[in-house]
């Protein structure tokens, strides 16, 4: 299909494009950004007057639920959830069941989600087999079959020898690894760790899990420079041995979630498990230096950490309430909410979920690295429409997801994404 989206305000963080202009779609890419080629006849015509035009969102932490949790998500719910919050791209994590530690599971997933005609989908590889932290994968058969990571999703490596010879391993073929830093014994606790937890009678995980863990990585990596991703960063001394880690030249990069960098623990409210999420949230402290760090660029990416939960698993008292909350449809949302609050420029927070995280998957991407998270002349034609004016209200029930649990219900959130094309395709449509 030939598309013709006339006078949206195009921007492209990658490359500091920001300006009022037409685009042309031939197929899957952009035949033209500024004039109309002569003798092209659009099949239809989008008016984005008043609208942004941007790249297609890449969320680098989404959980799709299947194979193994469809109770909780259905491919189709999630893959329609992810491009009605103009997300083209994105990574699923391997905690399905059964894991992602097989090349067959990873095809036929990639093979499903390709027939849903939405996102792109770049599965992570399970680190360890069946994520239990003793015999290392087939990452060069995972990667075969187009996993573009590894890691252990939220589940610890119970031995420094284990994490030792999978970075080694890694580092041998340049895979990445992707870790969340959290010690297995100090992470065991419910909520942050503080007056409130104790106030509350919740056990607490302290910063510490997650500053313990880092060290270790740290120290391993120093040798070899294996390519580490660190996920989800929840503390503001974990931003700062990040950031020396960079400034010593570690081969390192981090993403924040949507939760860290807008809540903090009070809004676990009354016991509301709607924010029983992983990592723990924090204080005001934690959350301002979060903040900071991905507005400076310590922090590479903005991720969702997208995890549909059931609502019967919801409804039981905070410490035994299943973990997680819906986040993908709310990513952009957030992103401009804190662009506008915090002072920081559009282009950075548009670039944190854009362009910034096809960087932090590099070349794992092959020639798709120079394709995704930008508009580019010949590039693939993904990319979202959105409405900058538009004030609207979380309400869990409207959502496109499955799962209906988030910590942002109620919030009055700007910005709403009106069109997402994926490879020249209408995927969503408001």
Request: with cysteine.
């Amino acid at each position: 299909m030939k598309i013709l989206i006339r006078n949206g305000r195009v921007m492209d963080p990658a490359r500091g494009f920001d300006q009022q202009a037409d685009i042309a779609i031939d197929g899957n890419k952009i035949a033209a950004i500024g004039s109309v080629p002569e003798g092209f006849v659009a099949e239809r015509e989008i008016d984005a007057s008043g609208q942004w035009v941007l790249p297609g969102l890449v969320d680098l932490a989404v959980r799709l639920r299947e194979p193994g949790h469809e109770h909780e998500g259905m491919l189709q719910s999630e893959m329609a959830a992810a491009v009605a919050g103009g997300v083209t791209s994105l990574v699923c994590l391997p905690d399905t069941d059964p894991v992602l530690d097989e090349q067959g599971l990873v095809e036929m997933l990639k093979f499903r989600a390709e027939k849903q005609h939405k996102s792109r989908l770049f599965p992570m590889g399970a680190l360890t087999v069946g994520l239990k932290g003793e015999t290392l994968t087939e990452m060069a058969e995972l990667t075969e079959s187009g996993c573009v990571a590894f890691g252990q999703a939220d589940v610890p490596l119970p031995s420094i020898t284990t994490l030792s010879r999978a970075l080694a391993y890694a580092n041998t073929f340049g895979y990445a690894v992707w870790l969340r830093p959290q010690d297995k014994d100090l992470g065991k606790g419910v909520a942050a760790s503080g007056a409130l937890a104790t106030r509350m009678g919740l056990a607490g995980v302290p910063v510490a899990a997650e500053t313990i863990a880092l060290h270790t990585i740290f120290e391993l990596i120093r040798g070899s420079q294996t390519r580490v991703h660190l996920c989800r960063i929840s503390s503001a001394a974990g931003v700062e041995l990040v950031r020396r880690a960079k400034a010593e030249g570690l081969n390192v990069t981090a993403d924040v979630s949507i939760n860290s960098l807008l809540l903090t623990e009070t809004d676990i409210g009354y016991f509301d498990s709607n924010a029983r999420v992983v990592p723990v949230l924090r204080q005001q402290r934690d959350r301002d230096a979060l903040s900071a760090a991905l507005a400076d660029g310590t922090i590479d990416a903005l991720v969702s950490d997208h995890t549909p939960v059931d609502e019967d698993a919801k409804v039981l008292p905070f410490a035994e309430a299943e973990t997680g909350a819906t986040g993908v449809e709310l990513l952009l949302s957030i992103a401009v909410k804190w662009s506008r609050e915090h002072n920081v420029p559009l282009n950075r927070a548009l670039a944190v979920i854009t362009s910034a995280p096809v960087m932090v998957l590099g070349n794992a991407l092959g020639e798709q690295q120079a394709l995704l998270g930008q508009l580019n002349v010949g590039g693939l034609a993904d990319l979202c429409i959105v409405d900058p004016a538009a004030e609207w209200t979380v309400e869990p029930k409207a959502l496109t997801s499955q799962g209906k649990s988030t910590p942002f219900a109620g919030y009055e959130l700007p910005a709403r994404v009106r069109c997402t094309v994926v490879d020249g395709e209408i995927a969503y449509q408001r």
